[in-house]
């Protein structure tokens, strides 16, 4: 399999899930055995959001018609989260049929991902029992929510790398009571910058799956 990596830059969004959509669509609709289109690995910056899965518990929102910046209802799993300039999105189009059809460990691989290459900065991250995502102690530096069609994943993870973090206070980040956003910046005391952790995050990415 060949992976097609791409940075978006800063977009809305609504752009970046039209063109996951496009992107899934057409993986759908290959038939095995022919010349299939690579996977894709979109990394960016959204323009301020937040995205709450599809679920009947909407309570992490607390009160959507004062929120800050507008809310998207997406196919994935999760409850809300916020997304904003300064941190890395990473949306990977992969067949997970040729995977192993595993959710599961196809949600540890992507955090392992990012715990790796936080490494890189020299910060120890984590997984947390029973909690998707990563963590610096008791601290949440990124979130992850997948979705999938026909076995094509969807959606992905958001590494929170500099930047304004207040927009996480007007939500229950995740579902989870009392959690403390980060960013790398914070954790290493040093400036960081959104495309050369992109650069990163795509190499130990190719690493892991390829």
């Known amino acids: 399999m060949k992976l097609d990596t791409r940075w978006l830059g800063r977009i809305a969004f609504e752009e970046a899930l ?14 095995p055995g022919a010349d299939l289109p690579p996977e894709v690995l979109l990394l960016l910056e959204h323009e301020p959001v937040y995205t709450i899965g599809r679920n009947p518990d909407q309570s992490s929102l607390r009160d959507p018609a004062h ?8 196919n994935r799993g999760g409850q809300a989260t916020y997304h904003g300039p300064g941190q890395l999105v990473g949306y990977p189009i992969l067949r997970l049929a040729a995977r192993g059809q595993d959710l ?62 207040t927009p996480f206070n007007e939500i229950t980040p995740c579902g989870i ?18 495309r050369s ?7 130990v990415f190719e690493r892991r799956f390829y």
């Open 18 to 31: 039209a063109l996951q959509d496009t992107l899934v669509a057409e993986r759908v609709a290959s038939q």
């Open 67 to 74: 929120l800050p910046h507008p809310v998207v209802q997406i």
């Open 104 to 165: 599961h460990r196809y949600l540890r691989e992507l955090e392992e991902v990012l715990i790796e290459a936080l490494a890189e900065y020299g910060v120890a991250a984590t997984r947390r029992e029973g909690l998707t995502g990563v963590w610096v102690g008791q601290r949440k530096i990124a979130s992850i929510g997948v979705g999938v069609r026909r076995w094509i994943s969807m959606h992905g993870f958001a590494l929170n790398v500099c930047g304004d973090l």
């Open 177 to 194: 009571l009392g959690v403390e956003m980060t960013n790398l910046e914070r954790e290493t005391g040093q400036p960081a910058d959104v």
């Open 197 to 203: 952790v992109a650069d990163r995050v795509a190499a």
